[in-house]
């Protein structure tokens, strides 16, 4: 089955600073990789996706990016805000699947 | 928000005793989820179901039972609690397709003393 690693697990930058967040997937038959966002006491929000046809999708300040021969893909958060600061999950899936397992995901904050 | 409730939200519990989770959705989706947060584990799969009657195992199902007999209910029982499985436990739903977006619930906040 599909197993999903993502990294860092705590991540810390400064107000206006990037912030990237990684992860890797095991099974080459995934085609779908969803990232979500959990704000604190909040229930997981997606806030972007990406299909294994495109290597990289924009959405304002956040984008995917995806690279299917080393099977990982990245969210870059860019001129970050305190309003940033959640935990972040990635997923990984594929079609006909019915699993949908996520990362152990990334504690983003963001200092003012 | 997408329809779907959890209950309890909130609930204290003694080891050994079973414990009933209800996820309730609205939307008339096949796919239900049961998940457990804990730190440094993110969200953990317990068991889902892809349709009424038809569930499976996730990645940490042991000491959790599942049933669904209405596709708007899905519930996760814990046979006899253990301090173990405190957690928040959230459930999801999805839709069939590809690309399809999972909402989830409130998260219940499980405490086994």
């Known amino acids: 089955g599909e197993n999903v690693e993502q990294h860092p697990s705590t991540l810390s930058v400064q107000e206006g600073d990037s912030a990237v967040i990684k992860c890797t997937y095991s099974?080459?038959?995934?085609?779908?990789f969803p990232w979500y966002k959990q704000e604190l006491g909040k229930r997981p929000q997606l806030i972007i996706d990406?299909?294994?046809?495109?290597g990289e999708k924009k959405d304002q300040r956040i984008a995917v990016t995806l690279n299917k021969t080393a099977k990982h893909f990245s969210l870059h958060i860019t001129e970050t805000q305190p309003e940033d600061s959640a935990v972040y999950f990635c997923?990984?899936?594929?079609?006909?699947?019915?699993?949908?397992?996520f990362g152990t995901g990334t504690r983003l904050q963001v200092f003012p | 928000d997408a329809g779907i409730t959890q209950s309890p939200r909130h609930k204290v519990t003694e080891t050994g005793t079973p414990v009933t989770l209800r996820c309730h959705q609205t939307e008339n989706h096949r796919y239900m989820y049961w998940y457990r947060q804990d730190p440094g584990h993110g969200l953990r799969l317990i068991h889902y179901?892809?349709?009424?009657?038809?569930?499976d195992k996730g990645e940490v199902s042991d000491g959790y039972s599942v049933s669904r007999s209405k596709t708007e209910d899905f519930l996760l029982t814990l046979e006899s609690a253990t301090s173990s499985q405190t957690s928040v436990y959230f459930c999801a739903i999805k839709s069939t397709g590809m690309n399809t977006e999972a909402f989830f619930g409130q998260g219940t906040r499980l405490t086994v003393v």
């Open positions: 099974d080459s038959a995934s085609n779908y």
């Open positions: 997923a990984a899936t594929r079609w006909g699947a019915d699993k949908l397992i």
């Open positions: 990406i299909r294994s046809n495109v």
């Open positions: 179901s892809y349709g009424v009657k038809d569930t």
